[in-house]
């Protein structure tokens, strides 16, 4: 992962500006979007298909990026700890600047 877009999706799960999801990259239910941690880098990058209606893929997957963004291994490890160990976005990006590596 290039340090740049891994500096961006910190600083995202830091901003307060998205709410947290789980389960699917971009969801809206009810009017209100929500986003799971690698959501809120897909937003931030600007990779989504589309609006969705209700959940939001990119190239047809509601759950992954493409691992020329970030490798598999990391997608799952973030993925687990938002949907399944409940960490919030604050805690996701203390776990993605110690533990996702960089490219310089």
């Known amino acids: 992962m290039k340090r740049e877009i891994r500096d961006k999706w910190v600083a995202a799960l830091r901003s307060g500006r998205y709410k947290q999801a789980v389960n699917y990259l971009r969801v809206t239910r009810r009017g209100s979007t929500c986003h799971c941690a690698l959501g809120v880098l897909a937003e931030e990058l600007g ?58």
């Open 47 to 104: 990779l989504f298909d589309g609006p969705g209606e209700r959940e939001a893929t990119i190239n047809g997957s509601p759950n992954f990026l493409p691992e020329s963004i970030i490798p598999e291994p990391s997608q799952r490890a973030v993925s687990l700890l938002n949907d399944y160990c409940a960490m919030t976005f604050p805690e996701l990006a203390n776990f993605i600047e110690s533990q996702i590596p960089c490219e310089e």
